[in-house]
């Protein structure tokens, strides 16, 4: 089942933070990170494991909450190459990695001077 | 190492034909996934396979086929193409065995318009 991601879009300035939400309704044992730029393929940006720790991408970083079965993705004084979609990818907990992933869909961010 | 590579970019196509996408993995790579994007329903995974078996199929009707080659090199295909399967393609690929940090790289994409 699809996770659910909030907000849909959001508008920034250039320094502000923002937090994106990434929620599922089945047990997860992964979550992934990825943004994705107008015309361009998804690039990776992290992996939250179940039990693991919060990770980071230069001023990106993530949280994983097992028992709420939700992931967020903070950004912090957002920089202009922070704006594109982001995704989240959820692996349902079937004791280990499944390998198949499902995407929300996405974030837009806009990041503005 | 180059990226995941997928042909062609563009294709255009009629209503009833068929079509076949080509994907070739980052090298050492042994999984490849297939994921259809839309606008209204975004990412949407297709399959993988892995070892020239499929290991992970999603919900999509039997006219989405694939195939992985001994060289890691996958094809799908889409068999009485529909107005609805207008969309980007995305081929990603991953080591396949790495375990809980196996991470996926995405290629371009092709981007098929069915008319």
């Known amino acids: 089942q699809q996770p659910v991601q909030s907000p849909q879009a959001v508008i920034l300035r250039e320094g502000e933070d923002a937090v994106i939400n990434c929620s599922s309704s089945k047990a997860l044992y992964s979550v992934h990170w990825y943004r994705q730029k107008h015309g361009e393929a998804p690039v990776f940006l992290m992996i939250l494991l179940k039990g693991g720790e919060q990770m980071r991408h230069e001023k990106i970083s993530a949280s994983f909450n097992e028992k709420k079965q939700q992931s967020s993705l903070y950004l912090t004084a957002s920089q202009l190459s922070y704006s594109g979609t982001y995704f989240c990818g959820t692996e349902e907990d079937s004791g280990g990695s499944n390998y198949k992933l499902t995407f929300g869909k996405g974030t837009l961010l806009t990041v503005n001077p | 190492k180059a990226g995941v590579t997928q042909t062609p970019r563009y294709l255009i196509k009629t209503r009833g034909q068929q079509v076949t996408l080509s994907c070739s993995p980052i090298s050492g790579h042994r999984s490849v996934s297939w994921y259809q994007q839309t606008p209204g329903q975004g990412l949407q995974f297709l399959f993988e396979?892995?070892?020239?078996?499929?290991?992970n199929k999603g919900n999509f009707p039997g006219r989405f086929s694939g195939r992985q080659f001994s060289n890691s090199r996958s094809e799908m295909n889409v068999s009485t193409l529909e107005l609805g399967d207008s969309a980007l393609y995305l081929c990603a690929s991953r080591d396949g065995l790495a375990g809980d940090t196996d991470t996926q790289y995405f290629g371009p994409g092709t981007r098929l318009t069915v008319l």
């Open positions: 396979y892995f070892s020239e078996t499929q290991r």
